[in-house]
């Protein structure tokens, strides 16, 4: 028996998430069993506890976009018991059951090795928001995108993904320009590296097609208006790596600033990345991430207090990552 996070929805009681015992018998298909050491919540964890969007595919679902742990039972030869591994993605907590359980059952070819430099805890504490904002960091070098090109934007850097691109950057030498809309949050992005602040309604307000070139390139978690303010100041030849939609999935713009300033859009899905770029990505976190930030950034409850944290989550109360220790 093992406990897991399940989210039901039928006509009787309706939709409704609750933590229950659960027999082995009932885990998904798949050729590894993981004892779950780690999870985390995410925004998207919080929209499928709730109902608040159909981010839930099937009934009835483990939540958890995310899980670290140890091998228990594998029919595939790429993964023995005992081996530390974790998973980012896959539809995992949508489509197939996540990691909010002490248990998980799924295809070794979606997991990672965990880097000897990453505890099972930091991998969470880096989660599937460090993780995309180290894609988008590799998109904008991809594209040129150097430090002495000039200052970097990101936005939404209160956030999970923005405050890991923030001290990404700030790492890897670039000077770093910061959009959020929580002053609260302003000491702890700074201290994470940005050498400015702007608000956040400098750019989701709607301006000209072409705005004055401030950037040389930007990472966007937010979308809609924000993005196409953010394309209209990028310099000439610059880039963007889009990772996000909290504002909207719309981009009511123009074509002006790839047309006439030459710029690139890169879209970054962490979702079903190969698993080349997958473990590039996470050997250069594990060369530049600092152990002592991510104590700093993330905060650790249990699994049992899950339930309680989500009001909390979809509210804007939490600061940085929450750590779910689920063994």
């Given at each position: 028996m093992f406990k897991a996070l399940v989210i039901e929805n039928d006509a009787q009681q309706g939709y409704r998430a609750e933590l229950r015992d659960m027999d082995e018998s009932h885990l998904p298909k798949g050729d590894v069993t993981v004892r779950v050491d780690y999870s985390s919540l995410n925004y998207k964890d919080g929209l499928a506890i709730t109902g608040k969007k159909p981010i839930v595919r099937s009934f009835p679902m483990v939540p958890g976009?995310?899980?670290a742990g140890v091998v228990e039972e594998s029919r595939n030869p790429a993964y023995r018991k005992g081996d530390m591994v974790f998973l980012?993605?896959?539809?995992?907590?949508?489509?197939?059951?996540?990691?909010?359980?002490?248990?998980?059952?799924?295809?070794?070819?979606?997991?990672?090795?965990?880097?000897?430099?990453?505890?099972?805890?930091d991998a969470m504490a880096i989660g599937t928001a460090g993780y995309t904002a180290m894609l988008a960091v590799m998109a904008?070098?991809?594209?040129?995108?150097?430090?002495?090109k000039g200052p970097v934007l990101v936005t939404g850097a209160s956030g999970g993904v923005g405050s890991f691109a923030t001290a990404f950057f700030s790492r890897l030498g670039y000077q770093v320009t910061a959009s959020t809309g929580r002053p609260d949050s302003e000491y702890l992005v700074k201290k994470l590296g940005a050498a400015e602040i702007i608000n956040r309604t400098t750019l989701s307000t709607r301006g000209n097609p072409l705005m004055k070139e401030r950037w040389a390139g930007a990472i966007d978690s937010v979308g809609g208006q924000t993005?196409?303010?953010?394309?209209?100041?990028?310099?000439?030849?610059?880039?963007?790596?889009?990772?996000?939609m909290a504002e909207s999935l719309d981009f009511p713009g123009s074509v002006a600033p790839f047309i006439l300033r030459g710029i690139s859009l890169a879209g970054i899905d962490s979702v079903k990345c190969?698993?080349?770029?997958?473990n590039a990505a996470w050997r250069r976190m594990?060369?530049?991430?600092?152990?002592?930030?991510?104590?700093?950034?993330?905060?650790?409850?249990?699994?049992?207090?899950?339930?309680?944290?989500?009001?909390?989550?979809?509210?804007?109360?939490?600061?940085?990552?929450?750590v779910v220790r689920v063994d």
């Open positions: 976009i995310d899980f980012n993605g896959w539809g995992l907590g949508e489509t197939r059951w996540g990691g909010l359980a002490q248990k998980v059952r799924v295809n070794g070819e979606w997991l990672t090795r965990l880097p000897e430099k990453i505890s099972a805890k904008l070098e991809k594209n040129g995108i150097t430090p002495d993005l196409v303010s953010v394309c209209a100041s990028i310099m000439y030849g610059g880039a963007v790596a889009a990772c996000g190969p698993v080349e770029k997958r594990a060369e530049i991430v600092d152990p002592v930030l991510l104590e700093e950034i993330s905060h650790e409850i249990r699994l049992e207090e899950v339930l309680d944290t989500i009001p909390e989550l979809m509210g804007g109360r939490i600061k940085g990552r929450v």
